[in-house]
């Protein structure tokens, strides 16, 4: 029998993450095959993504591979997951990561500004949670890791459209939770706090809105991507399989004042 270290290892597993070409999705993949799992990562940025997957391959010695799609098109991501079908014959983890941000006072956010971030943040997941569905729940097996944001609880001036689809992300979690819980599907999210990521660059190189972040950070400083690695394992690993419906912050204690 393995033991508590064996229960994180996702050694036959597939896993498809979105946004994959950089920030999270990059960690994210890195320590997915790490632990053993083959890997499809998915972009917008082909070119980039598939660089990215190689780079993955090469230092795991895992299978993965990059695929360029908008997962705000739902023939997009039926495309994708009809690949790790064919290529496969089940798909055992999703990781819906792609997002973008859009930060602005309310009545200067466009019609497109609103689109693009809600599309890609909330109507990509929900997208990509329909793809998986009915093979999930042929297998009776399935993890979902969903990332969202503490700003869908802790929220901040100019930015509607994120916070909203992030809230969305949350509530979205928890009610297919209940819902592919008889199926053996679990689904959880994960809530990143300040990140130096490249969405968070714009904040980052500014110095004022740079120290105001880490002065609201328990901790005292932004995190490291490769700090999420560890929970987004955890949560889509054996280690975790009566977890569903949870939603995680990791934000260096942001949301606990």
């Given at each position: 029998?393995?033991?508590?270290?064996?229960?994180?290892?996702?050694d036959?597993?597939?896993?498809?993450i979105?946004?994959?070409s950089?920030?999270?999705?990059?960690?994210?993949?890195?320590?997915?095959?790490?632990a053993?799992?083959?890997?499809?990562l998915?972009?917008?940025?082909?070119?980039?993504?598939?660089?990215?997957?190689?780079?993955?391959?090469?230092?795991?010695?895992?299978?993965?591979?990059?695929?360029?799609?908008?997962?705000?098109?739902p023939?997009?991501?039926d495309?994708?997951?009809?690949?790790?079908?064919?290529?496969?014959g089940h798909?055992?983890?999703?990781?819906?990561?792609?997002?973008?941000?859009?930060?602005?006072?309310?009545?200067?956010?466009?019609?497109?500004?609103w689109?693009?971030?809600?599309g890609?943040?909330l109507d990509?997941?929900?997208?990509?949670?329909?793809?998986?569905?009915?093979?999930?729940?042929e297998?009776?097996?399935?993890?979902?890791l969903?990332?969202?944001?503490m700003?869908?609880?802790?929220?901040?001036?100019?930015?509607t459209?994120?916070?909203?689809?992030?809230?969305?992300?949350?509530?979205?979690?928890?009610?297919?939770?209940?819902?592919?819980?008889?199926?053996?599907?679990?689904?959880?999210?994960?809530?990143?706090?300040?990140?130096?990521?490249?969405?968070?660059?714009?904040?980052?190189?500014?110095p004022?809105?740079f120290?105001?972040?880490?002065?609201r950070?328990p901790?005292?400083?932004?995190?490291n991507?490769p700090?999420?690695?560890?929970?987004?394992?955890?949560?889509?690993?054996?280690?975790?399989?009566?977890?569903?419906?949870?939603?995680l912050?990791?934000?260096?204690?942001?949301?606990a004042?």
């Open positions: 029998m393995g033991g508590v270290v064996d229960s994180f290892r996702l036959g597993r597939v896993a498809l979105t946004g994959g950089r920030g999270f999705g990059r960690v994210i993949a890195e320590a997915y095959a790490e053993g799992a083959d890997v499809v998915c972009s917008r940025q082909g070119a980039a993504v598939e660089r990215v997957a190689a780079e993955i391959g090469d230092a795991t010695k895992r299978t993965v591979r990059g695929v360029e799609a908008d997962v705000s098109d023939a997009a991501v495309r994708v997951v009809g690949m790790v079908l064919d290529t496969w798909i055992d983890i999703l990781v819906n990561n792609a997002g973008v941000n859009v930060r602005r006072p309310v009545e200067e956010m466009s019609d497109e500004d689109r693009t971030v809600v890609t943040n990509g997941v929900f997208y990509c949670c329909r793809a998986v569905s009915r093979p999930m729940k297998r009776r097996f399935g993890r979902v969903n990332i969202s944001s700003m869908a609880t802790a929220s901040l001036p100019g930015r459209p994120y916070t909203a689809a992030k809230a969305g992300v949350t509530a979205l979690t928890r009610t297919l939770a209940l819902e592919w819980a008889p199926h053996g599907i679990t689904v959880n999210s994960l809530c990143p706090g300040p990140f130096l990521t490249e969405m968070n660059q714009p904040v980052v190189q500014n004022e809105q120290d105001f972040f880490r002065s950070v901790l005292g400083r932004w995190g991507p700090e999420i690695a560890g929970p987004a394992l955890f949560l889509v690993s054996d280690a975790a399989s009566f977890i569903t419906g949870a939603t912050y990791v934000d260096g204690g942001w949301t004042q």
